[in-house]
């Protein structure tokens, strides 16, 4: 079993930074592409940002020069440093990982998700 746990999140003024957490854990193989996507209330679910295995890294418009994503390897951990967050940024921030696991399955894996919430 596999599991992504999201940590960093919380309540932070306009133009403020916060840096959000995913570490990875379990029977885990490899672990490809990582990513972050956020849901505010009453609006779907959309990619933040991701990044491959490679460190190839892909933004959404609203966040590209404020939002950066990385990746430890050694650490199975992904990060994303938010700075100049808006109140728009307010949402439930999930954790996402392509993974295989030990027994060689393949698993999309979600995080449980962590709140952040920018005050104007």
């Known amino acids: 079993q596999v599991q992504l746990v999201e940590s960093g999140g919380g309540l932070v003024r306009a133009g403020g930074s916060l840096r959000l957490s995913c570490a990875a854990s379990?029977?885990?193989?490899?672990?490809?592409?990582m990513g972050w996507h956020r849901q505010a209330p009453g609006k779907q679910r959309e990619l933040v940002a991701i990044?491959?295995?490679?460190?190839?890294?892909k933004y959404a418009d609203s966040v590209k020069g404020r939002f950066t994503i990385s990746r430890d390897n050694a650490k199975k951990t992904v990060y994303l440093q938010m700075n100049s967050l808006k109140p728009e940024d307010t949402a439930v921030y999930y954790c996402?990982?392509?993974?295989?696991?030990?027994?060689?399955?393949?698993?999309?894996?979600w995080g449980q998700g962590t709140q952040v919430t920018v005050s104007s």
């Open positions: 996402n990982a392509d993974m295989w696991t030990s027994n060689m399955d393949y698993v999309n894996q």
């Open positions: 379990g029977s885990i193989f490899s672990i490809n592409a």
């Open positions: 990044i491959t295995n490679g460190g190839s890294t």
